[in-house]
């Protein structure tokens, strides 16, 4: 997804390049492309986070049955 997104800003610089357009609209297009990427590092941290919450608990039952079953025998 970043290489798709560093496509997208090369095209931006190119068509502004063309077109001449104010520096200010420039970098209002900059800023947008910026929070993106903010956005995306973001989600994929609290992803991770919840995947090792979710691991975590997820061992933690696993670890807790097994002894469950120990003490049974």
Do not use: G, K, P
Request: with cysteine; aromatic share 16%.
């Amino acid at each position: 997804i970043y290489y798709y997104l560093i496509v997208l800003i090369e095209t931006y610089i190119l068509l502004l390049q063309q077109m001449c357009i104010e520096t200010t609209v420039a970098c209002e297009i900059l800023n947008v492309v910026n929070d993106i990427f903010q956005n995306i590092d973001e989600a994929s941290s609290e992803e991770h986070h919840f995947n090792w919450i979710r691991d975590d608990f997820y061992f933690s039952e696993v670890a807790d049955s097994y002894d469950s079953e120990e003490s049974d025998n």
